[in-house]
């Protein structure tokens, strides 16, 4: 089972440690994935916080077929940002928490790839309207590592977000990190200076307060 | 059970019938992903045909956890092209069969924008590098529908693919279809004319033997 009481309190006491500079749940706990309201509590608490919260998976969506060709990571990690994005949005959770900041592993994984199907669901089905804005619009909730494995990616994000809302990210201690991971903005052909200096220091002093 | 044997003589059959234009698959038949080796002498067939394979999903990756917001058809759906084009790469369909001419769904669903996860997995991964080209190579080997929802989607599909493996799609009869799939294309604020002209008429004439 989850506890998300006993979250809520580790939340509270662990704010306030020295050094801390934010939080971490998994895309899914235990099978609940993050509309479920057992964690509203918790994002309260964070929001009040006024600290991040980090997203990474734990066990992938269908990890028993993704069990080939390392899918489980090549595929199930990014699939499950998707999840959790839509979640978020869909789930009501960022229109109820305002301020709550949200950052997105493996360059948002699939999510913003596929936000523009999401924003058409929006705009076709009845039961999703109860959400503020298009999903498209959320875009801006999240931040963004560069953990994309490709200059396109990284130019998407930078380009259809805004460069404001990526962070470098290296992926470190798993086998496909980058080995070079600040050469991978710094050396991108299709980003400005301005652009690359924000993804590669300003971007995380500003979330992070540094 | 799945019944390969009996999908050859239907191969065999139809291939001959007047008017036909291509044969369809699930990307995931009844359990048994598209790298099955059940699935070899299928494929062969096709091949010999010289009529293009079209994927489709029929049930998607953990569709009991996507069964709210819609998220079996607005995420599982793309989740399956990449889970399939990912297994016809690294189980070496693509490379066993050069001519087998595959088109993925929903703008190849989350398969273009992971496939340099993929590509990093494969340059990574010892268990991986059975597979000749490394899988952005491979990306030219199948053909795209429109329906991505996205100016960025097809743009990145034109500039990064190719122009030339765009097909316009509507995902006809579903409720996110395109009502104008046709301007979808036309009004694309960032392709050419050619390139459109090849979308909406030249590619599917071409491929479809039209």
Known sequence: ???????????????????MR???IATQVRGKDLSDASFLPVYERIEASRLPLFLHPVEVIGHERLGVYYLT????????????AAHLIFGGILDRFPKLVVCLPHAGGAFPWLVGRLNRGWEKRADLKHVKHSPVDYLRRFYYDTVGYSDHVLEYLVKVIGADRVLMGSD???????????DIVTAHPRLDEDQKKKIVDGNARHLLGL
Chains 1, 2 share one sequence.
């Open 73 to 84: 990571n090549l595929l199930g990690n990014p699939f499950e940002s998707a999840i959790a």
């Open 1 to 19: 089972m989850h506890e998300p009481a006993l979250a809520v309190k580790e939340v509270e006491r662990a704010a306030k440690l020295p050094g």
């Open 22 to 24: 934010g939080f971490y």
């Open 172 to 182: 470190y201690c798993f086998p496909i990190a980058y080995e070079r991971p600040v």
